[in-house]
């Protein structure tokens, strides 16, 4: 748990600087996935979970935006789904994505407002761990928008301080307002990392919406 708090302290301390941001993860990606399952972190479970009761055709084609290691799809893989693309700006973490065998495409990416992928190409896009401070903005939002089919599946994790604190509620009640999307589905708020005394104060919800 040592290690995992000090990778998470190195990582909000750079701010959302996004080459300090890159590096770190770079570094980090060789012992990631077994400090985050070790965790206890439920975020992918209950992600998944919600793709699972939203998305019912195995074919359709997803996106996991700032996919990381592959964690989001190795599980979604094992469900059944298996048309899965990645994206993430960190070539660490997709090189340890690349060797799960489980995506059909990895792109080295931002996810902004405008993402070098075509519109609407995608049945589902999913987001876990991404949607944070310091990591991918609110205008993050409209470039998900963008990327999924009308009709489409949009499911992510958002941690209550980027909520609160870094504009996703303001972003939130916009596209809600505008029709870009509707409300399916919002889990209970949990503790991101129920283990530690340190990261107690983090909380995270997972929600899922349908593109208008
Ligand atoms: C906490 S990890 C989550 C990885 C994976 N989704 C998981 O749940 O295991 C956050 C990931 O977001 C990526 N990331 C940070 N900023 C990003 C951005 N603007 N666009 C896309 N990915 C980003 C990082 O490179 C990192 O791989």
Request: net charge negative; charged share 25%; glycine share 8%.
């Amino acid at each position: 748990m040592d290690e995992l708090e000090t990778w998470l302290e190195r990582v909000y301390q750079a701010d959302g600087e996004r080459k300090t941001l890159d590096a770190l993860y770079d570094e980090w990606a060789g012992d990631y996935d077994q400090q985050l399952w070790a965790s206890g972190n439920p975020y992918i479970a209950i992600a998944t979970g919600m793709v699972g009761r939203h998305v019912r055709d195995f074919d359709a084609r997803i996106l996991d935006v700032g996919c990381g290691t592959g964690n989001m799809a190795q599980v979604l893989h094992q469900m059944g789904y298996h048309n899965l693309e990645g994206l993430d700006p960190s070539s660490g973490m997709l090189a340890v994505a690349q060797r799960k065998e489980v995506y059909e495409q990895l792109h080295q990416l931002y996810l902004d407002s405008q993402v070098d992928l075509p519109d609407a190409h995608y049945d589902a896009v999913v987001a876990a761990g991404v949607l944070t401070h310091g990591h991918a903005p609110p205008e993050s939002l409209d470039g998900i928008i963008k990327l999924t089919r009308s009709g489409g599946i949009i499911v992510f994790s958002l941690s209550t301080i980027a909520h609160d604190e870094y504009g996703f509620k303001q972003k939130i009640a916009e596209l809600d307002a505008t029709g870009h999307w509707e409300k399916l589905d919002q889990s209970l708020m949990f503790r991101t990392y129920p283990f530690s005394d340190k990261e107690a104060h983090l909380r995270h919800w997972v929600l899922a919406y349908r593109k208008c």
